[in-house]
């Protein structure tokens, strides 16, 4: 039979890696791609200047979800109630030169 854990409901881990500690194989993916991209960083930034701006600005974006963390807001009162908050959307326009000349 399993022990559980006093400070929760799970029962108590035996072996296997400690926690936190990444996988051999993602550990390894993780650096080949980063060797991958480290090589090619003159090539990414010339492909990346011969597209339109607004496939630029895609582009990088979601580039910088593999290098920026997603934040994810938390709000906390003292009583456990929500917060009621208004959400005002945020509209951006990409122009063209030829857009932008008129």
């Known amino acids: 039979m399993m022990q ?4 929760n409901s ?3 881990r ?6 936190g ?6 550990a390894q993916v993780r650096e080949l791609m980063h060797e991958l991209f480290n090589e090619n960083i003159d090539r990414l930034r ?17 580039l ?4 920026v963390p997603t934040l994810k807001a938390i709000d906390i ?10 959400i005002t959307p945020l509209t951006i326009q990409i122009l063209s030169n030829e857009d932008a000349t008129n």
């Open 4 to 7: 559980q854990d006093p400070d």
């Open 10 to 12: 799970k029962p108590a």
């Open 14 to 19: 035996k072996g296997g890696r400690p926690a």
């Open 21 to 26: 500690v990444p996988n051999r194989t993602t």
């Open 46 to 62: 010339e492909d990346l200047d011969r597209l339109p701006p607004a496939l630029r600005v895609r582009a990088l974006l979601e």
């Open 64 to 67: 910088a979800k593999f290098v």
């Open 77 to 86: 009162t003292s009583d456990g109630s929500p917060i009621a908050r208004a």
